[in-house]
């Protein structure tokens, strides 16, 4: 791990829209300017990215022509290899439009949701051909200011249509490509549907293809719900479906940041790559994030590096984490067996049954048992300091 280098193994990604930024916010203009997509192929090398994802329209505008769409695909392709990255995710821009203001595939207006659905099968057209195998699905616009315009089960319903829709497209086409919903619990809308990754994971389970659709996790849209991000991923992987994941950071109780990764939570985003690294998560970690406003060309450049060194630097403490003697030892102590109880627990048998509820337990003494997690917490900081 010498150096923390970024290297194609680590599977690092960025959307194009994340070096891409220029900065604008609701209050200010754009900092920096436009960069093309081959310019942002060339940074993303430079920095020793191994993949950029990309919406429909961060590549093709959403006004061009059949000969322009494939002009500007064939010198992004030729990018591409030049440069030695790959396209490992696709997704649709069903948010920029004015077209979309109340939603896409939830809209009050079928003209809408068909339109919705004609672009994201372009779309999914012009992912696959780009070699995407996980196709993202972000409901942007999908939401409400005010519930006063429609019920959440009608959009529910119509959002469950459309996925039904674009399963069975890609099952016809023959595509190798997954699909993964990405939550968020309020922005650009009041108020979004599906809020956060637990509500997609009961979400999946009621559509037609189920196995072909898990989620995409975001750090920040978690935070923005004040929830604890790792335990959502780790609910994901218990369920087989964690199929992508945005990396980023920011505090609950804030706008939509996207922050560099690390930049805010060392010790959640610790654990975040400790559980990553642990169960031996093999998608691409991708960055959606972007530099702080103030930045120009050389901060957007240290705003990528520092995701993936980050990401490298955490990877490292987590091996050393693993590694730790003593911190070792006080985990296994807390989780240690007690043959005289050990037999009363497993799956359920009438006898165990019957010897559970004869067992006398000593709860005061249970109730004392100092568990020292004061001190492991204080070895983890001192870990992540660098001072152990
Ligand atoms: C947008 C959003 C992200 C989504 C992207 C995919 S676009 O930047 O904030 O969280 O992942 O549509
Ligand atoms: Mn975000
Ligand atoms: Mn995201």
Redesign the pocket.
């Known amino acids: 791990m010498s150096n923390f280098q970024p290297g194609p193994e680590h599977k690092f990604t960025f959307?194009m829209?994340t070096v891409g930024n220029m900065g604008r916010d609701p209050f200010g203009e754009p900092v920096r300017p436009a960069l093309k997509p081959l310019e942002i192929v060339r940074l993303l090398a430079d920095v020793g990215a191994y993949g950029v994802n990309l919406?429909d329209n961060d590549l093709v505008p959403i006004d061009a022509t059949l000969a322009d769409r494939k002009r500007i695909v064939a010198d992004f392709r030729n990018a591409l290899k030049q440069h030695g990255l790959v396209v490992p995710m696709a997704?649709t821009?069903l948010f920029s439009d004015p077209a979309f203001k109340d939603g896409a595939f939830t809209s009050n207006d079928p003209k809408v949701r068909a339109l919705a659905l004609q672009k994201t099968m372009q779309s999914i057209d012009l992912g696959v051909e780009l070699g995407a195998q996980v196709y993202?699905f972000?409901g942007?616009r999908e939401g409400t200011e005010t519930d006063v315009c429609r019920s959440p089960l009608d959009a529910g319903k119509r959002f469950r249509d459309a996925l039904n829709f674009l399963c069975g497209y890609v099952r016809e086409q023959g595509y190798a490509l997954k699909f993964a919903l990405?939550a968020?619990p309020n922005e650009p809308r009041g108020d979004l549907y599906l809020p956060t990754t637990g509500a997609m994971l009961g979400f999946i389970p009621t559509l037609d293809y189920p196995d072909m659709v898990g989620v995409?996790p975001?750090v920040a849209?978690e935070h923005m719900a004040g929830l604890n991000f790792m335990h959502a991923v780790a609910q994901a992987w218990d369920a087989g479906k964690l199929f992508h994941i945005?990396l980023n950071d920011q505090n609950p109780g804030r706008y939509?940041q996207?922050f560099r990764f690390g930049a805010q939570n060392y010790k959640q985003a610790f654990f975040l790559v400790k559980f990553l690294e642990d169960v031996g998560y093999s998608g691409s970690r991708h960055f959606?994030a972007h530099a702080y406003r103030t930045e120009g060309a050389a901060g957007v450049k240290a705003f990528a590096a520092g995701c993936m060194r980050t990401y490298l630097i955490l990877k490292d403490k987590a091996a050393k984490f693993n590694a730790d003697g003593e911190i070792q030892m006080l985990l296994k102590e807390l989780a240690a067996g007690d043959s005289a109880t050990d037999a009363l627990l497993g799956s359920y048998s009438s006898t165990r049954a019957a010897a559970l509820k004869a067992h006398v337990f000593d709860r005061p003494a249970l109730g004392a048992r100092d568990l020292g997690y004061e001190h492991l917490d204080q070895l983890l900081f001192e870990l992540l300091m660098g001072v152990r």
Do not use: F, L, M, Q
Request: proline fraction near 0%.
């Open positions: 959307g829209w919406h997704t821009n993202v972000w942007g990405e968020k995409n975001e849209h945005d939509d996207d959606d």
